[in-house]
C-alpha cells in the first residue's frame, strides 16, 4: 500500500479532515489495515499461526513492531507508526471516557 492509498482509505473511512472519527471507528479501522498491511500466516486448514519470536511481554513486542518499522520503505513506516499511534491515542482515549463516565453505568450485578 502507498501513502497515497493510505491517506484515501483513512479520508474515505473518517473524512478529509478525520471528523468522523471515533475510538469504535478507529479501532476498526486500524485492524482492518494490519490485516490488510500483514495478514497473518495460516495453516492448509485456514487457522491462525502463532510464530514462536520469544516475545513474553508487551514491551518486547513492542519493541519488536518498532524494529520491524526501521526496516520498512519510508512509507511502509509511516503507515504502521500512524497506525500505531491511532491505535495508542484511542486506546488512551477509551479508557478516559469509561473512568469519566463509570457512574452512568449500571452496577455490575456480584
Do not use: C
Not at 500466516?41 to 518499522?69: C, K, L
Amino acid at each position: 500500500m502507498t501513502l497515497d492509498e493510505f491517506r484515501a482509505a483513512v479520508y474515505a473511512a473518517f473524512g478529509s479532515k478525520l471528523e468522523h472519527v471515533t475510538p469504535e471507528l478507529m479501532r476498526t479501522f486500524i485492524a482492518r489495515m494490519y490485516q490488510q498491511l500483514s495478514p497473518p500466516e495460516r495453516t492448509e486448514q485456514g487457522a491462525v499461526i502463532i510464530p514462536a519470536d520469544g516475545a513474553s511481554s508487551y514491551e518486547e513486542i513492542v519493541i519488536n513492531f518498532f524494529a520491524h518499522a526501521l526496516e520498512q520503505p519510508p512509507d511502509q513506516a509511516l503507515i504502521l507508526m500512524w497506525l500505531f499511534a491511532g491505535e495508542m491515542y484511542f486506546s488512551e482515549l477509551g479508557e478516559e471516557y469509561s473512568e469519566r463516565f463509570k457512574d452512568l453505568a449500571p452496577p455490575e450485578k456480584a
